[in-house]
């Protein structure tokens, strides 16, 4: 079974016990992209599965302390972003220290891309309790080759957000955000958003044609997305 569905599988049974929970103030929200660290090759299959059970009973642990917003697998072709992850912290490096129980992230197996967010439409909430696994498609926009400091002005933050609540508007888009927060990587992703529904052909022909895009301001890469049905409202 490809890695993404058996986490998405072994996500349900780590928050089935629990309750449902809601996002909370979004200047202690961070969005968590987690990326393909260093290999595991020569452990064994038996440590590698322990690995993984430990690293979902992580999210189960921040889940049961109000911590947790939403987790979930990615199917990036590219095997680089493996996962998202939403935490409340009061600090980058509070951030930080969710992860540290989780073995995949402090063995250095995969690394906490943290950022923080301001949300532009929709909203996440936590689902634990009688729920499956649901796909959509994720967008990562990060800087292009065009882009500059002045990028971040507010054309461009208007013209993101103008997209975003079109998209919301007409059905098709469930969440996005902007990253004009604290972060603490280097990795140029500035902005995410979560559309509903699979055809991940519609949506990049959708961001092929905008024009932050067309002018190279920024790039963008998309893919299916596992979170529990009902994650994104």
Known sequence: MPYFQTIAAMIVVALAPMHIAFAGDENRDYFVFLTTGKSTEGIS????????????ENFGRLAKIDSLTVAGPCADPNKKTRGIVVVHADSIADAESKFLPDPYVSEGFMKAELHQFKTIVGKLRLITEDFTMEESVIAIVSRGPKWTEKSQDQSVASSYAAFAKKQF??????FAAQFPG??????GRVAVMIFRGKDLASVTKTLEEHE?????????????QYMAKGAVE
């Open 45 to 56: 299959p038996e440590v590698v599965k322990q690995k993984q059970a430990a690293h979902l």
């Open 182 to 187: 604290k972060s603490n990587n280097e990795s």
């Open 169 to 174: 508007d007409e059905g098709k888009l469930g």
């Open 212 to 224: 932050l895009v067309r002018d190279k301001m920024v790039t963008f890469q998309a893919f299916p």
